[in-house]
């Protein structure tokens, strides 16, 4: 008997057996943190988030997140949860825990809500120990000092999570949280600048 193929899952779709930690090999724990965004998506509902990966996705543009979008930008009538209900620095952690589903791309909202300074980095790196999501944010800002080494907030917190042990797939790469920099003439002279 002949297999069927297996069928690509369109991005939209929530699978959640496939989160990233699967493709990173470690494991997940039960999040106190990933329990409250359950209460909080049902107490901010937004319009066509079908999983919590959409809604924080959501939550990100609120707070002016451009880098990465869904097909609504933003949902109509959504009121997201103000900071003092989920702080900056707890979505950063939420979007970078490995029990996410596997979408590369809202890697990037947490990149440009720490390249924009949005997060005080000790904060971060504490809430990103305690939700497993220091190993990821530590191979963001791997990939973030690749683009500008100065960058005082990605330096901090790569000080602060730097004993966390690489990942054994990549993220994503370099590229896709940085933007070229053209100059006068519109031309690209191999400048880069995070997205912030």
Do not use: Y
């Given at each position: 008997?002949?297999e069927?193929?297996?069928?690509?899952?369109?991005?939209?779709?929530?699978?959640?057996?496939?989160?990233?930690?699967r493709?990173?090999?470690?494991?997940?724990?039960?999040?106190?943190?990933?329990?409250?965004l359950?209460?909080?998506?049902?107490?901010?509902?937004?319009?066509?988030?079908?999983?919590?990966?959409?809604?924080?996705?959501d939550?990100?543009?609120?707070?002016?997140?451009r880098?990465v979008?869904?097909?609504?930008?933003?949902?109509?009538?959504?009121?997201?949860?103000?900071v003092?209900?989920?702080?900056?620095?707890?979505?950063v952690?939420a979007?970078?825990q490995?029990?996410?589903?596997?979408?590369?791309?809202?890697?990037?909202a947490?990149?440009e809500?720490?390249s924009?300074?949005?997060?005080?980095?000790?904060?971060?790196?504490?809430?990103?120990r305690?939700?497993?999501?220091?190993?990821?944010l530590?191979?963001?800002?791997?990939?973030?000092?690749?683009?500008?080494?100065?960058?005082?907030?990605?330096?901090?917190l790569?000080?602060?999570?730097?004993?966390?042990r690489?990942?054994?797939?990549?993220?994503?790469?370099?590229?896709?949280?940085?933007?070229?920099v053209?100059?006068?003439?519109?031309?690209?002279?191999?400048?880069?600048?995070?997205?912030?």
């Amino acid at each position: 008997m002949k297999e069927e193929p297996a069928r690509p899952i369109p991005s939209h779709a929530c699978d959640p057996s496939q989160p990233l930690a699967r493709r990173l090999g470690i494991t997940v724990h039960v999040s106190p943190l990933r329990m409250r965004l359950r209460r909080l998506m049902a107490e901010h509902p937004s319009a066509g988030a079908a999983c919590v990966e959409d809604w924080l996705l959501d939550v990100a543009q609120a707070r002016g997140v451009r880098s990465v979008t869904r097909d609504i930008h933003p949902p109509a009538g959504f009121r997201p949860p103000s900071v003092s209900e989920l702080s900056t620095e707890e979505l950063v952690a939420a979007i970078a825990q490995p029990q996410n589903l596997d979408r590369p791309q809202i890697l990037r909202a947490a990149a440009e809500l720490v390249s924009r300074g949005d997060v005080d980095p000790s904060m971060l790196a504490a809430v990103a120990r305690r939700e497993r999501a220091d190993r990821v944010l530590a191979e963001l800002g791997r990939q973030a000092l690749h683009v500008e080494p100065a960058h005082s907030v990605w330096h901090a917190l790569a000080g602060a999570l730097g004993d966390a042990r690489p990942l054994r797939s990549p993220l994503l790469h370099w590229t896709r949280i940085a933007f070229p920099v053209p100059d006068e003439r519109g031309v690209c002279r191999g400048l880069w600048r995070l997205v912030a």
